[in-house]
């Protein structure tokens, strides 16, 4: 008697909710509208091609906890979603980084563990973004656009939680404190690198791993890394998969270090390399410019998540009755359903609210690449002798460094509070969310055929992950009301 | 914790609680997260085995049946133990006691006899997902001179996958009306589906049925025509405090699990515990686990007293709701760890969440609630 879980109506339509983004539109009508035609885009993407497999491969996670996503991963390649923030001129869609949110928020009303295969892989391609090593990001993107032509999927997995330190390695203050077991080694031509990572989102299926790692971890913040490993590295192993509740098809594997050698031109990053303290403080910075974009990409995955398990709440409710009557009729279950709507609403708000806190406040903006990034004449540019010599060089790079993360600390605490707020609110919301509609549906609700009970063990995870909810909240007091307060004890 | 223990000065409830105690500790606990994978791992058959060996499931049985004749109170004390190790059988015995009840209330003595009075308990398949007042008329009772002619469909009806004999709610036709059906699994025109996989209590196995014109006698019908509509939803009722125990087992397990934790994992330079956040949610977990003790032993001896109807579908309503959300939080407190299979705290907010399913959905249940305390005092 299994059951299709939700209809397409478009209930959470642009028209219907996007309003401070129409009104935008007088003054950026691109961003607008690009953002409108992503949303649009996706949604014929997710009812044609992501909804028909998205149940189905968390039902293999069943049988066989150990299952690999790889239909879902093709799904991606096939459709381009690895590449959609790689601009133009390098084969990549160009996609400006505004609509993140809203694309997420999209596909995750559909599958919110489909989000967490592509979140991993777009949290390496940021991590490494913001290193600026533009020679490895040639090296790394081209690799992923070839495997979209090719069929031959080409992934990032992002490496930062320890066995003994999750939330610890994402604050500045608790970074000292935390309790690090790997570590990396300077050798000749390069670095060895030991020790484990945990939890990591696409690591069995991920071609390259960005690893971030100290060269003490006694002195984590002087000494701080980025290197980038092939999965077919020698001294590099995938560890076992972790049996999560939901959201099977992000994974979360042990990747394993044993003396594993990653050549002088893959260390992304070295904060203190051969010529010195080059980059001092880049840990802090770099971290802060990735959480401030991830929280908030949190957010909007969550809002999506959120409004999955009301669209398919409504759809059932529509079409199922209770003592006699359709359930939608009775005036308790629209009001239940209205609290569930308001929620997403609510959700949305908070988290295109810190999309416009890193628009107002981040220096190089994340609306839209410069249109010549888009353009085949500056892909051949890029391509001739002396362009990539430019752009491969020291200074250039230290130039986007020093812009990009020279931001005023009052600026910088906008986009963390911000971004900490939307991950807290919109993770919460998905969590109520689900609760109230298994609530309402109950026997439906808790079998695995109505995709609810999906949506209810995948958004528990979206409290845990990018830093607990409840250490956002400390980095949303520290970084908000700390600094109205003088001597103010923060944590 | 120490339970309902302390609150005791019943000897005989302390004996209860010891003996459900130790059964958790010896079958359940080492083999309930392998046990989950269900239908990819066995029903949990030795703990059954076991459970009957020392009589629980005549535990609640009247002395003619050969049962103990103890009531909630002895049940509840029981169940929140085996909850606490693991709910999945929790439930299984649950469902088993609240079923074989169910026919001790309506049927004829010589079928409770024939269905009760054996030496294995034969496990009793019963609609416990759905709505007491809503129950599902899908399936047709045609009445014929000998018997009842059984036609439809039915979801999700708990323990199908296992039991030897299932009750199900048939409309006599034209009546309108739920009657409940004793049918013997192994009749023709009885179809089990493969067990249906759900968010929670994976090893107390759901199927939905089948059945094509099943013939059941006419004894096999339990009370009247129309009698499962009329007194099954104060029958429920009355089970309330064991529900509430239910759910409140799997709360005491997702607290030990938490603080334990908490005690040894270190962040930021601290214990996890010696965070206010995580002590916070600890110290709400212990709330409800202080209250909930009293809210289930009250409401259960109240009903065993003959009273207290209301007082124990409130308390199965409201536990179920808040240990939902307190089990949620007992996976924040382990952080990522939390959220995966080793732990047993993910498999603690699922069985929370599905026990909150029994019986229909939670607004319902509360709207009925108001409903029965309106037409109390009218």
Not at chain 1, 264 to 293: M, N, S, T
Not at chain 2, 156 to 172: F, K
Not at chain 2, 232 to 261: D, M, Q, W
Not at chain 2, 313 to 330: C, K, P, Q, S
Request: with cysteine; aromatic share 10%; charged share 20%.
């Amino acid at each position: 008697m299994a059951q299709v879980d939700f209809d397409n109506e478009n209930l959470f339509a642009f028209d219907e909710g996007f309003f401070s983004l129409m009104y935008l539109r007088k003054f950026n009508k691109g961003l607008v509208d690009d953002t409108r035609k992503a949303i649009e885009d996706n949604r014929d993407f997710c009812i044609n091609h992501l909804k028909p497999l998205a149940l189905e491969v968390d039902r293999k996670y069943h049988e066989n906890p150990n299952y690999l996503p790889r239909e879902l991963v093709e799904l991606a390649a096939r459709h381009r979603r690895l590449s959609s923030y790689i601009p133009k001129y390098m084969g990549g869609q160009g996609e400006p980084m505004f609509m993140i949110g809203p694309v997420a928020e999209e596909l995750a009303a559909t599958d919110c563990a489909f989000v967490g295969l592509l979140g991993g892989h777009g949290l390496g391609l940021a991590a490494l973004m913001l290193t600026f090593n533009i020679k490895v990001l040639d090296e790394v993107l081209a690799k992923i656009v070839e495997g979209e032509k090719t069929l031959k999927p080409v992934m990032l997995s992002c490496a930062i939680t320890e066995p003994t330190a999750g939330s610890d390695v994402e604050e500045e203050e608790l970074y000292p404190k935390a309790r690090l077991i790997c570590q990396a080694k300077r050798v000749k031509g390069g670095a060895v690198l030991n020790g484990r990572k945990v939890f990591i989102s696409t690591g069995h299926v991920a071609k390259y791993h960005v690893v971030l790692m100290p060269f003490d971890n006694k002195r984590p913040l002087d000494t701080f890394a980025c290197f980038l490993v092939p999965s077919d590295s020698k001294g590099f192993s995938l560890g076992r998969m972790e049996h999560k509740m939901g959201q099977r098809a992000g994974l979360a594997s042990e990747l394993v270090f044993e003396d594993c050698f990653v050549p002088e031109e893959h260390i992304v990053l070295a904060v203190d390399d051969k010529f010195g303290q080059r980059y001092p403080g880049q840990y802090p910075k770099l971290l802060k410019g990735v959480l401030g974009i991830t929280r908030a990409y949190v957010g909007a995955w969550s809002t999506g998540t959120a409004r999955g398990v009301t669209e398919r709440a409504i759809k059932f409710a529509k079409t199922h009755k209770l003592k006699g009557k359709t359930m939608i009729n009775h005036q308790w279950v629209q009001a239940h359903l209205t609290n569930m709507v308001m929620n997403v609403f609510m959700a949305r708000a908070i988290y295109m609210e810190s999309y416009f806190a890193n628009l107002t406040n981040l220096p190089m903006g994340f609306d839209r690449l410069p249109r010549f990034m888009n353009t085949e004449i500056m892909g051949w540019l890029m391509s001739t002798r002396p362009y990539k010599m430019i752009l491969h060089s020291d200074i250039l790079r230290r130039f986007f460094i020093w812009n990009f993360f020279n931001t005023e600390p009052a600026q910088s605490q906008r986009v963390q509070y911000m971004a900490s707020m939307a991950k807290v609110v919109c993770s919460d919301i998905a969590m109520e969310n689900s609760h109230l509609a298994l609530e309402l549906v109950a026997e439906a609700g808790v079998r695995h055929d109505y995709g609810m009970e999906k949506c209810f063990r995948d958004s528990k995870l979206l409290q845990i992950f990018e830093g607990t909810n409840q250490l956002n909240r400390l980095n949303l007091f520290n970084n908000y009301l700390g600094r109205h307060i003088p001597g103010v004890e923060v944590y | 914790m120490s339970g309902f223990l302390t609150g005791f000065k019943d000897e005989e409830l302390k004996s209860f609680w010891e003996l459900g105690e130790r059964f958790a500790k010896k079958e359940l606990a080492p083999k309930a997260l392998e046990l989950d994978r269900y239908p990819h791992s066995q029903f949990n058959a030795s703990a059954l085995k076991a459970a009957a060996e020392i009589g629980l499931f005549n535990l609640t049985l009247p002395e003619f049946l050969g049962g103990s004749g103890q009531g909630v109170t002895a049940l509840s004390v029981i169940l929140s133990s085996l909850a606490s190790a693991d709910a999945s059988f929790g439930a299984v015995v649950f469902i088993q006691i609240f079923a074989q009840s169910a026919i001790v209330k309506w049927a004829k003595k010589e079928i409770a006899e024939k269905y009760l009075k054996t030496k294995a308990p034969r496990l009793c398949a019963f609609p416990i997902y759905a709505p007491p007042t809503d129950l599902p008329l899908e399936v047709k009772a045609l009445k014929e001179s000998s018997g009842y002619l059984l036609t439809g469909e039915i979801s999700s009806l708990a323990l199908a996958p296992v039991a030897e004999i299932m009750i199900i709610p048939a409309e006599v036709q034209g009546s309108g009306e739920a009657s409940f059906f004793i049918v013997e699994k192994n009749s023709s025109g009885v179809k089990v589906s493969e067990p249906v996989l759900g968010l929670g209590l994976h090893n107390c196995p759901v199927a939905d049925v089948e059945l094509k014109g099943v013939k059941v006698p006419l004894e096999n019908l339990l009370g009247g025509e129309g009698q499962a509509g009329d007194s099954y939803p104060e029958f429920y009722a009355l089970f309330g405090g064991a529900l509430a125990s239910l759910s409140l087992g799997v709360l005491i397990g997702s607290f030990r699990t938490a603080k334990s934790f908490a005690e040894e994992r270190y962040q930021g330079g601290k214990q996890i515990i010696d965070h206010d956040q995580v002590r916070m949610m600890l110290a709400n977990m212990a709330l409800l686990i202080e209250t909930g003790e009293t809210i289930c032993l009250n409401a259960s001896q109240a009903v065993d007293q003959g009273k207290g109807l209301t007082q124990a579908f409130a308390g199965g309503i409201f536990l179920a709701d808040v240990v939902t959300r307190a089990t949620t939080d007992g996976v924040q407190c382990l952080g990522g760890y939390g959220y995966m299979h080793d732990y047993g705290q993910e498999k603690r907010m699922r069985d929370a969440k599905q026990i909150q399913a029994m019986f229909g959905p939670s607004p319902l249940k509360r709207l009925e609630l108001l409903e029965t305390i309106l037409r109390r005092e009218g």
